[in-house]
């Protein structure tokens, strides 16, 4: 059974998140597996996130794409902010993949093996085991897996993000390209949240995308017939060319994440709970847990935490969100309208990254109207 230092199973954000740091750090010559079931050449999601300046891993080799203005809209209200010293960014994944693995290419001591992972073993001893379907067995000293195979039985009860996202070119001009729209509520959300999210690359191309917080499965087709509603009632545009799809399911949840109980293994990405609970939005917290992992291995040769660790006061906030999406969801648009629109939108965003100290914290929510959060607090309940 061919041995290694470290095993990465699932090269998705996660997977290549932390070999990239690893090769950028003095365990560079360790002796790397990675093991994936797709050939990661694909444009399969688009990722977005905000920073001052474009994060290391951001693609270098294609034009960068970001806007300095958000806005958030409900009903016939919109708040439009700039972000100041901050930029929301833009990744197509294919172009960073294909970064990450042309990297990867350079370093022999790096293996990439394309196959299916059925099953990682925990051992007697201190070493993991990973089962593929035609490759055989493979073990290693440390396993950093991101493939969800060990969701708990109350997943599937859990809090979702559902959506579906298109990428569309219209004929006449139709999008507004200075702001991204966040959050566009167009419901009434008496019973749900949901909204619309708009990338406007240009007066005539945008990504669009709807989504909807709930417990139950994805329904693509329902998904994208509020899609092309959206399009047609609301922007005015009924005929657009589509070149590319995305969905996806993304836990909205401070319940615990299944407990993994070998130490040798470590979760990576959404399996270690980096989506924020509040938002969905994960690709900068994996980049924090990865840097941190290799930070910590460097210092000390072992990782502490098998999964990421968010600061107990962050949890609490995002729960009170979630409670207040699950029970009230009419309170939603206000609560994220009247956010940015009585704060910076920068110290607002630096909140959601969970970078703010408890005095700007005070110092966002005591502007919010506040009884929607005292009556969240005498009914809490974690989601
Ligand atoms: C369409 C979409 C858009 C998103 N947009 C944003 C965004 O704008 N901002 C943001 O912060 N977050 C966003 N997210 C959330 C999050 O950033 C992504 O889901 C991110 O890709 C999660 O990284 P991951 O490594 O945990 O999982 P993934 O990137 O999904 O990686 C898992 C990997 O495991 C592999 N795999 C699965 N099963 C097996 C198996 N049995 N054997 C071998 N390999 C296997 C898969 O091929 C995949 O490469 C988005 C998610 C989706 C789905």
């Known amino acids: 059974m061919a041995t290694y230092d470290y095993i990465i199973t699932g090269l998705g954000c996660a997977g290549l998140s932390l070999v990239y740091y690893l090769l950028d750090s003095p365990l560079r010559d360790k002796k790397i597996l990675l093991i994936d079931n797709s050939s990661k050449t694909e444009n399969d ?7 001052e300046n474009p994060l290391e891993i951001h693609p270098k080799n294609t034009p960068l794409v970001s806007w300095d203005s958000i806005k958030i809209t409900e009903a016939k209200k919109s708040v439009s902010a700039h972000l100041r010293n901050l930029k929301y960014f833009h990744i197509k994944s294919s172009d960073f993949y294909k970064e990450v693995i042309e990297k990867i290419k350079r370093f022999p001591n790096v293996s990439f093996l394309r196959d299916s992972v059925e099953k990682i073993e925990n051992t007697e ?42 990428k569309v070119a219209c004929q006449k001009d139709s999008f507004s390209p200075d702001a991204v729209s966040l959050m566009h509520f167009v419901s009434e959300q008496k019973t749900k949240t949901d909204f619309f999210y708009v990338l406007p690359y240009n007066k005539k191309e945008a990504l669009i995308e709807y989504t909807l917080y709930t417990k139950g499965d994805i329904d693509i087709p329902m998904l994208e017939r509020e899609l092309a509603n959206y399009l047609n009632n609301q922007l005015g545009v009924s005929e657009y060319d589509i070149s590319f799809k995305e969905s996806g399911s993304i ?14 293994i470590i979760h990576l990405g959404t399996l270690a709970g980096c989506s924020k609970p509040s938002t969905g939005y994960t ?11 290799v930070n910590e291995i460097v210092l000390t040769g072992k990782v502490s935490s098998k999964k990421w660790n968010r600061k107990a006061r962050f949890g609490f906030y995002d729960n009170i969100i979630l409670n207040i999406a699950v029970k009230w969801p009419a309170a939603m648009p206000q609560i994220f309208g009247q956010m940015f629109a009585l704060n910076k939108a920068n110290l607002v965003l630096k909140f959601l990254n969970e970078e ?10 005591s502007k919010l109207k506040f009884s929607i959060f005292i009556k969240s607090l005498l009914n809490y309940e974690k989601h």
Request: charged residues 15%; hydrophobic residues 40%; aromatic residues 14%.
């Open 251 to 264: 836990p909205m949840t401070t319940l615990e994440t299944p407990a993994n109980t070998h130490p040798n």
């Open 45 to 51: 999601r688009t990722w977005c996130y905000w920073a």
């Open 125 to 166: 001893e201190s070493s993991v085991r990973v089962v593929t379907s035609k490759s055989g067995i493979f073990s290693s000293e440390i396993l950093f897996n991101s493939i969800p195979f060990s969701l708990a039985p109350k997943e599937n009860n859990i809090l979702k993000q559902v959506f579906v996202g298109w």
């Open 283 to 293: 690709f900068y917290d994996i980049q924090k847990h990865c840097k941190s992992i």
């Open 356 to 365: 703010t100290n408890i005095w700007e914290e005070i110092s966002i929510l």
